[in-house]
């Protein structure tokens, strides 16, 4: 039915601005959909050290600027290609895309960006996502340090059948107390494939309950 890809990231202290929110599971009452936006940069090697004093320095930027969206940068500690980071950001809504697009034409952040940071970067990669807020359990006082994310790449005809197994993985781990958070989310555009973050404090948190 399907083909997995897991993935763990690890929060990293790099925030470009402070307090990044979570999507929580009872926000589908606020908006029709709710979306999340990453961007995935591959870091040139042997840049690590500099990309990262650009990063902070363009996190300072962006936080003088007043931008109106938070983000959340992770780095993967599994796998062969280690030399990536996730940057997202998530609780917003399809109005909200042309406002933050507004502001991005206003402020023009991307100057700045280019200047100093891209420099440091081979590839990049860009993402959206709706966030299935209905079947997923993440609320707002969730602390971290990884995030497990599960990757499945769907057949077309069997995204139905799917959508039902999720909802009732999700009403049997609500029902009986599972000892973990959870948020589902599906690909916007390309495969549109499905994906899977649990929230983990620390390694000993991956143990099966």
């Not at 996190?59 to 993967?76: A, D, I, Q, V």
């Not at 280019?114 to 081979?122: L, P, R, T």
């Amino acid at each position: 039915m399907y083909k997995l890809r897991y993935l763990i990231w690890a929060a990293i202290a790099l925030s470009f601005l402070v307090n990044t929110h979570q999507v929580l599971a009872d926000d589908h009452e606020k908006q029709k959909e709710v979306l999340a936006e990453a961007w995935i940069l591959t870091i040139k090697a042997g840049e690590n050290e500099d990309f990262e004093k650009a990063v902070k320095k363009h996190g300072e930027h962006r936080r003088k600027l007043n931008e109106p969206r938070s983000w959340m940068m992770y780095s993967p500690v599994l796998g062969d290609d280690l030399n990536r980071l996730l940057i997202r950001s998530a609780g917003f809504g399809w109005a909200d895309m042309d406002k933050f697009r507004e502001w991005s034409m206003e402020n023009n952040p991307q100057k700045h960006f280019n200047k100093n940071v891209d420099k440091y970067v081979s590839d990049y990669g860009h993402y959206m996502y709706v966030m299935d807020t209905k079947n997923s359990h993440w609320g707002p006082d969730v602390k971290f340090r990884y995030g497990g994310v599960t990757q499945l790449v769907i057949k077309h005809w069997q995204r139905g059948a799917l959508n039902e197994l999720i909802k009732a993985f999700s009403d049997a781990a609500k029902a009986t107390n599972w000892p973990y958070n959870w948020s589902w989310s599906n690909g916007v555009g390309g495969t549109g494939d499905l994906f899977l973050a649990i929230p983990y404090s620390d390694w000993a948190s991956m143990a099966p309950p």
